[in-house]
């Protein structure tokens, strides 16, 4: 019996899984699959959180619930990869051999990078909405502010769903607005970028309804450290923000057991072959999701659509056959605008998001890059293909796993 | 697009990046500097030096490494090209503006 190993039960990994479960001869592999929390949260839902739009019951199951029965499910932690023994140590003590392996360990925040951060307004007047905990604690906070300055901030780029924090912008607005008290808050946007995005089209588009919400952007701004004494921000070219209430996105950076491993970058992310998706370094080794070093964005739409390419990648590997160099960047995001509406965004590697239709060229019904109350409720619909279709690798009609080029205005 | 920089004719991009960098010199450098208000220094030219190495090997350039470098750290980089350190030192060395990812 050969053993394929999925490291991470995070929205990758477990599509991995039951990918897997379903594709490989069961008579000759076994899965096992290790994590060591107990619970799947749905990461998207930290958006809505702090807006009581969301209660914490709609965004965490057991990740159980979502691992076929024919898959090991280990609940442990990992202490590191010995990739040239291809062993996995756990904290334990346990080794785990595997002939093929599959890191999905994600990424997470670090606050604790930039200096008086994570200081004593943590989560007082410093938030960040990336953790549960987090946008938990923000939630609690939103719900007594009185206003004053809010700042939403991002640390450095690359950042899990780089569109999150400008989404988590707009609905503050509508937020403040339903509470009749929009006019005590100024609302400031603060970017590392040189503008609103990263693709020039979109950053056209979203300054231009920042404009409109009156929500002013600072760009450019690469923070050095957290004031908390006198609540500011501060910049390594002197620039200084005061803020009531600070939003912030840290420093992103893949699994410590990347690190202990010896098989990350700076940020602890693996080098992985942007089509493949296969280690750089380990033929036997595929990486997926938050995890890989490829220049897509960190969103679990990439994800998805890497799942479906990985799942023939793996079956090629172990065929003997070569690998397809088949993924192409492609990312779907539904960017909230508040007051009810969402855009949606397309794109790829080299494409970046344009107007246009989706899924259905010239018809839509999905416009892409305009806002509209569709794309908003498609965004709420999507919780549920999360939940019942997307973890347990379900083909989602009409989407493809590459981007479609038909229907769009370049 | 082609632009006339310290007398000799380069290729260009609609913002003003250098496209070939093999047509790179000093003089350009001191040229495009002077656009953004600048006079270079020995120093600032050991860290342009960094920046063409790095991308002569492909290696994807982003604010943290170039503070990791040994070369320069964060703060230097800043006092010595300020605003968008990166984005500046990227069109003085003549190597595309970089992409500030995803």
Not at chain 1, 33 to 42: A, L
Not at chain 1, 119 to 141: H, I, M, P
Not at chain 1, 218 to 234: C, M, Q, R
Request: hydrophobic share 40%; charged share 25%; with cysteine.
């Amino acid at each position: 019996m050969k053993r394929l190993l999925i490291l991470g039960a995070g929205t990758a990994g477990t599509m991995m899984a039951n990918h897997l479960n379903k594709e490989l001869d069961r008579h000759l592999w076994e899965i096992d699959i290790i994590d060591e929390r107990e619970e799947h949260y749905y990461q998207p839902g930290y958006l809505f959180l702090p807006f009581d739009i969301y209660e914490p019951e709609d965004i965490i199951k057991p990740i159980k619930k979502f691992i076929p029965n024919s898959v090991n499910l280990i609940n442990d932690k990992i202490d590191k990869i010995i990739p040239e023994e291809n062993l996995v140590k756990m904290a334990n003590g346990d080794q785990l051999h595997y002939d093929l392996l599959i890191i999905a360990t994600g990424n997470d925040i670090a606050p604790e990078e930039i200096q008086g951060m994570k200081g004593s307004e943590w989560q007082k007047s410093v938030f960040d909405f990336y953790t549960f905990e987090g946008a938990l604690a923000l939630r609690n906070k939103l719900r007594e502010w009185e206003g004053g300055n809010l700042v939403v901030h991002i640390t450095e780029m690359p950042i899990k769903c780089p569109v999150a924090p400008l989404e988590f912008t707009f609905l503050s607005d509508s937020y403040f607005k339903d509470k009749k008290m929009r006019e005590k808050v100024n609302i400031t946007y603060v970017t590392p970028l040189s503008g609103a995005f990263t693709k020039p089209k979109a950053t056209a588009t979203l300054e231009h309804l920042l404009v409109e919400k009156n929500i002013h952007i600072e760009s450019d701004f690469a923070i050095e450290s957290v004031d908390n004494e006198n609540k500011k921000i501060i910049d390594y070219g002197g620039r200084e923000i005061p803020f009531d209430l600070l939003v912030t996105v840290p420093t992103n950076k893949g699994s410590e057991v990347i690190a202990r491993s010896g098989m990350g970058d700076e940020l602890n992310y693996v080098p992985t072959h942007k089509a493949t998706l296969q280690s750089k370094k380990h033929q036997n080794i595929f990486v997926i999701g938050d995890a890989t070093d490829v220049p897509a964005s960190k969103a679990g739409s990439v994800a998805h659509f890497e799942a479906e390419i990985l799942t023939e990648n793996i079956l090629r590997y172990i065929a003997g056959e070569p690998l397809k160099e088949e993924f192409d960047g492609h990312a779907n995001c539904f960017v909230e605008t508040g007051g009810g509406k969402a855009l949606l965004i397309d794109f790829n590697y080299t494409h970046e998001p344009v107007e246009g239709t989706f899924p259905f060229p010239g018809i839509g019904p999905l416009r892409l890059l305009q806002e509209s109350r569709m794309n908003h409720m498609s965004k709420l619909a999507f919780r549920w293909i999360y939940w019942n279709m997307l973890l347990k690798g379900t083909h989602i009609p009409f989407i493809s796993t590459t981007m479609q080029e038909e229907g769009k205005h370049f | 697009m082609e632009k006339t920089i310290a007398g000799k004719s380069v290729a260009v991009n609609e913002e003003g990046y250098m496209t070939d960098l093999s047509q790179w010199s000093p003089e350009i450098a001191n040229e495009l500097a002077k656009e953004s208000n600048l006079e270079l220094s020995p120093r600032h030219f050991e860290v342009l030096e960094y920046l063409q190495t790095q991308y002569k090997n492909e290696v994807p350039l982003t604010i943290r490494r170039v503070g990791a470098s040994g070369v320069v750290d964060i703060k230097e980089f800043y006092a010595l090209f300020p605003a968008g350190p990166l984005k500046i030192s990227s069109k003085i060395a003549g190597i595309p503006k970089p992409a500030s990812c995803i």
